[in-house]
């Protein structure tokens, strides 16, 4: 089964607010725990990633949180742009299973003018 | 930079026909993945690769198998194509511990 599922499967945002898409995951031995970012009709991108002995993590507009306690992890997009529309998929890997990416089934983000 | 190269873009099998998706990167990645990604659902991983001359099976290996002969070229083979098998296929690859792996653009198959 699924070692990350999101709690939302979708998300309607105006834009200019911030977003938050949440993630719980069941691996508590899980190394990396990253965020992927698909657009229509095309391959995931690589957002971000937090290792799983750090708390948070900030890029370019977004900031990852983990919640080692509660197994959850969250993706915070800044200023929601039309650009951020997509399917947003967290993922985990771990040594023991040789760092192969495991997916949840994803949130879609729409954003609103 | 061409990144992940995937062919063919789009493919309609019979059901019982074989085919072999063709996946090349040119980012000298050791590690290489095919996924399946059906409608509204998340990426389900069918094989993977850790090197050249070594695969291994993911969640949903069964009606496919790989070969990693070289580390540019990891080729998905469908042997007796069903209609289950009605997905998009990806191919991606990533360097060591894999945190960020690149994605091809997808191979959309269907099996009538």
């Known amino acids: 089964g699924e070692s990350v599922g999101l709690h939302l499967p979708t998300l309607s945002v105006q834009e200019g607010d911030n977003s938050i898409i949440n993630c719980a995951y069941s691996n508590s031995a899980s190394d990396y725990f990253i965020w992927y970012k698909q657009e229509s009709g095309k391959g995931p991108q690589f957002i971000i990633d937090?290792?799983?002995?750090?708390d948070k993590r900030q890029g370019q507009r977004v900031t990852v949180l983990l919640n080692k306690t509660v197994k959850h992890l969250s993706l915070q997009i800044a200023a929601t742009q039309p650009g951020d529309s997509a399917v947003y998929f967290c993922?985990?890997?771990?040594?023991?299973?040789?760092?192969?990416?495991?997916f949840g089934a994803g949130t879609t983000v729409t954003v609103r003018a | 930079n061409a990144g992940v190269t995937q062919t063919p873009k789009f493919r309609i099998l019979k059901i019982g026909q074989s085919m072999t998706l063709q996946c090349t990167q040119d980012m000298n990645h050791n590690y290489m993945y095919w996924y399946r990604q059906d409608p509204g659902m998340g990426l389900k991983l069918i094989y993977y690769s850790v090197g050249a001359g070594i695969t291994d099976k993911g969640e949903v290996p069964n009606g496919y198998n790989v070969s990693r002969s070289t580390t540019e070229d990891f080729p998905l083979r469908l042997e007796l194509a069903a209609p289950s098998q009605t997905s998009v296929y990806f191919c991606?690859?990533?360097?060591?511990?894999?945190?960020?792996?690149?994605f091809g653009q997808g191979t959309r198959l269907t099996v009538v």
């Open positions: 993922a985990e890997n771990s040594k023991a299973t040789d760092y192969k990416l495991s």
């Open positions: 937090i290792r799983s002995n750090m």
């Open positions: 991606a690859s990533s360097g060591h511990q894999n945190t960020e792996a690149f």
